[in-house]
């Protein structure tokens, strides 16, 4: 079924949280998780995988958050298994975030947000997450692609790898950021872009990525500028697996989290095909008990 859709991604996302809540399931097909699952390593298997996931999320979750590195990993076919999957979660009115982690420069950066931005490329998504570290500026293509299109970007801003810190905590040396972390100086340039490109909207199409692991203030992250209205949304993995817990979303995200995407892949996911529902069930009560 076809759900009209609302224009900007900041409103899809917003009724994505009002209908569902806030929790994001991934699909990450691991390739533990395939012989768990009894699927073949094969982009065949990882397309079961998706489609399976995409089944028992539609009607229980708004949004999903396929990892591309795991279909990209069988080439071609992997990518066409992709495509099928994010067709699905389209049918399914699924939201659906790509997680391809793109990073590039201008004019090739134009060519990544057609792929996942175009309407008709075969893998076009809801948004897509994407790396700063070339500079928050070789993101003026795509961020102007996502604005067009009703498209959302989550820049990646502190990550939930234990390694991050030493690059995120970094003290940017030039330009209106000077003096501010790395992480905090890309957090202030994505609340300062939905200022103004989005200012209209009560959530900004350009979110961050900030891990569940982290601790915003050692980061330099302000999470109050993130909530200003239009408040950017927030992408949170680091749920389960990584070890946050969906109950501390308020701890860890303060005033940011009423815009949080909580995401957790391997923690649902490892409950095999036949517990998935109940799983998901499961970790969407938590999330919204922490939202209570
Ligand atoms: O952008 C991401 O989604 C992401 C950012 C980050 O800081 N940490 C992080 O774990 N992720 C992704 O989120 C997913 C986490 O998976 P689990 O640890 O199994 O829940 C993986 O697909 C990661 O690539």
């Not at 970007?153 to 990550?159: H, N």
């Not at 891990?211 to 330099?220: K, P, R, S, Y």
Request: contains cysteine; hydrophobic residues 45%.
């Amino acid at each position: 079924m076809n759900h009209p859709r609302p224009e900007s991604f900041g409103a899809r996302l917003g009724a994505a949280f009002d209908a569902h809540g806030h929790l994001c399931v991934g699909i990450d097909p691991h390739e533990y998780l395939l012989s768990d699952w009894g699927l073949a390593q094969s982009a065949t298997g990882a397309l079961e995988f998706g489609l399976r996931v995409v089944e028992a999320c539609a009607g229980r979750v708004g949004i999903i958050k396929p990892q591309v590195a795991f279909y990209e990993r069988f080439g071609s076919l992997g990518f066409r298994a992709l495509e099928d999957v994010l067709a699905s979660a389209r049918d399914a009115g699924l939201l659906v975030i790509a997680d391809a982690k793109r990073g590039d420069l201008g004019s090739t950066f134009e060519a990544y947000a057609a792929a996942w931005f175009g309407a008709d490329s075969p893998l076009e998504a809801d948004a897509l997450t994407v790396a700063p570290y070339m500079g928050f500026g070789s993101l003026a293509a795509p961020l102007a692609q996502a604005k067009s299109r009703g498209k959302g970007i989550f820049v990646l801003a502190a990550t939930s790898n234990p390694e991050a810190g030493e690059l995120q905590t970094a003290t940017v040396s030039r330009g209106s950021q000077a003096g501010s972390s790395v992480a905090g100086s890309i957090a202030a340039a994505v609340a300062a872009y939905n200022a103004e490109h989005y200012e209209a909207e009560r959530l900004g199409s350009i979110g961050v990525v900030i891990g569940a692991t982290v601790d915003v203030d050692e980061l330099g992250i302000s999470v109050e500028g993130l909530a200003a209205s239009p408040a950017a949304p927030v992408l949170a993995p680091g749920f389960g697996f990584q070890g946050a817990e969906a109950g501390d979303v308020r701890r860890i995200l303060g005033a940011s989290a009423d815009h949080a995407i909580v995401t957790a892949s391997r923690s649902i996911l490892s409950a095999g095909p036949g517990g998935l529902g109940t799983a998901i069930d499961k970790q969407v009560r938590q999330v919204s008990e922490a939202y209570e």
